[in-house]
């Protein structure tokens, strides 16, 4: 079946633009969450969507950092001026219901500043 | 704060031996993990969980081991295959719904 889908899978772009990242959850799935991972490191997170609640962001670095989710299901992830320390891996998971059920992730976005 | 991490960062077994990767944990209330592997270029890959009421789970040439006394998990892999070298990452599950992550155990598995 289908699962966790984001884009673009690659993206290259100077200091200072904003960009966006999409991601697509597995269908029926009602919690969404983004982390960003380090060239070599364990996942950090950044969001998380849950229903019709008000997300957590508690994990965005800075309020560069934003995200939304339209209709409960496809997240976009928008960093704004982006700086070279954005650069890495952006995942998003879904899970089917947020108690105690495993997250699934998309490949990433491989986000690359210059 | 919290926080989960891991006692070996590289693993290195033959083909065919069993591996078990351990990771350590800190938050007492925590009542949910899971076991990830992430092979290059690739998002992590769900392998199996465990809930804080059980101290073993088996899947299929997995089993995870949970031991709340030392706050200890285990992920042992029976018949180690060449398709199991990757990246194996504990989570737990913290407040609210949002997991931590350790920084992970390389596995890597010789002919």
């Known amino acids: 079946g289908a699962g966790v889908s984001q884009s673009p899978s690659n993206k290259v772009t100077e200091k200072g633009k904003d960009v966006e990242l999409r991601c697509d959850p597995i269908?029926?799935?009602?919690?969404l969450y983004w982390y960003r991972q380090s060239l070599g490191q364990g996942l950090e997170f950044l969001i998380y969507f849950q229903g019709n609640s008000a997300p957590d962001k508690s994990g965005l670095p800075s309020d560069r950092f934003s995200a939304e989710r339209t209709g409960g299901s496809v997240s976009t992830l928008t960093i704004q001026r982006t700086q070279q320390e954005d650069s890495a891996v952006y995942l998003c998971?879904?899970?089917?219901?947020?108690?105690?059920?495993?997250?699934?992730f998309g490949d990433g976005t491989r986000l690359s500043i210059l | 704060g919290e926080s989960v991490g891991l006692h070996l960062p590289t693993l290195s077994v033959q083909e065919g031996d069993n591996s078990i990767i351990n990771c350590a944990y800190s938050?007492?209330?925590?009542?949910?993990f899971i076991w990830y592997k992430q092979e290059s270029g690739k998002g992590p890959q769900f392998i199996i969980d465990?809930?804080?009421?059980?101290d073993k789970r088996q899947g299929q040439r997995v089993t995870v081991l949970l031991n709340k006394t030392v706050k200890h998990l285990s992920l042992q892999i029976a018949a180690t295959q060449p398709g199991d070298s990757a990246v194996y990452f504990c989570?737990?599950?913290?407040?609210?719904?949002?997991?931590?992550f350790g920084t992970g155990t390389r596995l890597a598995v010789r002919p």
């Open positions: 269908s029926g799935h009602t919690a």
């Open positions: 989570a737990e599950k913290s407040s609210g719904d949002k997991l931590t």
């Open positions: 998971a879904s899970s089917l219901v947020s108690f105690n059920q495993p997250q699934h």
């Open positions: 938050n007492s209330a925590s009542d949910y």
């Open positions: 465990i809930r804080s009421n059980m």
